[in-house]
């Protein structure tokens, strides 16, 4: 595992040369060998098209490649960090939730409208999250960020998961999802967003939840 977990808001990966990693700017708290830096241009591992894809749905946050020989520490605004561990599936996150990643790792973006059409979109325009989310596929592990801490809660066939949009921040696995609400819509004129939807997810997978409403 190329992480370990110093706190809950501090992560160390081990580089070792002929491989890479990437990271967020400015997620670099310290660091011991010689390791390099380098503002990524090329989209990371899935290209010049993915990264083109990720501007247009404005999921392209800034990265660094970092390569070399040593131990970097990772941490970003205070934000709890969790560490998923990916074996050949696909983890759906948004990009400004990353913190680091295995350079492993294919990079892509998925258009979350397509899963739920019209409501699709609404979740979209209304709770502030966007239409489209960055996706990583492969053998590796992923640092996210995420406020309160996080739990992974199991979703299957016969049980879906309904989150709060606001406390959404990555899932994995064989999962579509859809924005529901028991409210109609007369009596969503004047409230809040997160309280009037619920993100209903189902199929097979994991949907990491975080402790908070707030987002980063």
């Not at 070792?16 to 011991?32: C, D, E, T």
Request: net charge neutral; proline share 4%; aromatic share 6%.
């Amino acid at each position: 595992m190329p992480f370990r977990e110093i706190n809950s808001k501090m992560v160390e990966a081990r580089i070792v040369p002929g491989q890479r990693m990437f990271s967020q700017r400015g997620a670099m708290l310290a660091y011991k060998g010689e390791v390099t830096f380098t503002p990524n241009m090329q989209g990371g591992q899935g290209g010049l098209t993915s990264m083109i894809g990720r501007r247009v749905a404005g999921e392209a946050t800034p990265l660094m490649t970092v390569e070399g020989s040593g131990t970097v520490m990772f941490g970003h605004g205070g934000h709890h960090i969790q560490v998923i561990n990916l074996s050949g599936d696909t983890l759906c996150v948004e990009a400004d939730r990353l913190l680091a990643f295995d350079g492993t790792l294919e990079q892509g973006t998925m258009f979350m409208g397509s899963q739920g059409g019209v409501m699709g979109m609404v979740r979209g325009q209304v709770t502030g999250q966007g239409l489209f989310t960055t996706t990583l596929k492969g053998h590796g592990a992923v640092a996210v960020m995420a406020h309160g801490g996080v739990i992974e809660l199991p979703v299957t066939p016969q049980r879906p998961v309904h989150v709060d949009p606001q406390a959404y921040v990555a899932h994995h696995g064989d999962v579509r999802n859809k924005l529901s609400t028991a409210l109609g819509w007369r009596d969503m004129v004047g409230r809040g967003s997160g309280e009037a939807f619920q993100l209903e997810l189902s199929g097979n997978g994991a949907v990491f939840v975080q402790a908070s409403e707030e987002k980063l």
